[in-house]
């Protein structure tokens, strides 16, 4: 609640189109906000759908999201990865690869940019 309120108090402070977004709990919050924050879009990065070790799913929480929405998840994120989501192959949570997948962090950040700047794109 309290991140919700300082996130709402900070997105009133700006005007035109808004895209909120955020990683992971960032993700939630702006989930959460779009609607009462007047924004155009959502962005949700490393989404933590399930807490490792627990039944409680947050999918609702992306479910109400009825505008534009852009979910990038790591293909082993422990925390799940929602449906429809850009499944960065290799990842966890943090978007961290491991040596052995072949993959650099240069790698994954090339992809995170890429996917989320063409996805931009088709906003406007």
């Given at each position: 609640?309290?991140l919700d309120?300082a996130?709402?108090?900070?997105c009133?402070?700006?005007?035109?189109?808004?895209v909120?977004?955020?990683?992971?709990?960032g993700a939630?919050?702006?989930?959460r906000?779009a609607?009462?924050?007047g924004?155009t879009?959502?962005?949700?990065?490393a989404?933590p759908?399930?807490?490792p070790?627990s039944?409680k799913?947050r999918?609702n929480?992306?479910?109400?999201?009825?505008?534009?929405r852009?979910?990038?998840q790591?293909?082993?994120?422990?925390f799940?990865v929602?449906?429809?989501?850009?499944?960065?192959?290799?990842?966890d949570?943090a978007?961290t690869?491991r040596r052995k997948?072949?993959?650099?962090?240069?790698?994954?950040?090339?992809?995170?940019?890429?996917?989320?700047r063409a996805?931009?794109?088709?906003?406007?």
């Amino acid at each position: 609640r309290r991140l919700d309120e300082a996130w709402t108090a900070v997105c009133a402070t700006l005007d035109g189109p808004l895209v909120v977004g955020g990683r992971s709990a960032g993700a939630r919050v702006a989930c959460r906000t779009a609607a009462a924050v007047g924004a155009t879009a959502v962005l949700a990065l490393a989404f933590p759908l399930r807490p490792p070790g627990s039944d409680k799913d947050r999918g609702n929480e992306l479910a109400r999201v009825a505008l534009p929405r852009l979910v990038v998840q790591g293909e082993r994120d422990a925390f799940g990865v929602p449906p429809q989501a850009h499944v960065v192959r290799a990842a966890d949570h943090a978007f961290t690869v491991r040596r052995k997948d072949g993959r650099t962090a240069q790698d994954v950040h090339e992809e995170l940019r890429d996917v989320v700047r063409a996805w931009l794109q088709t906003l406007t």
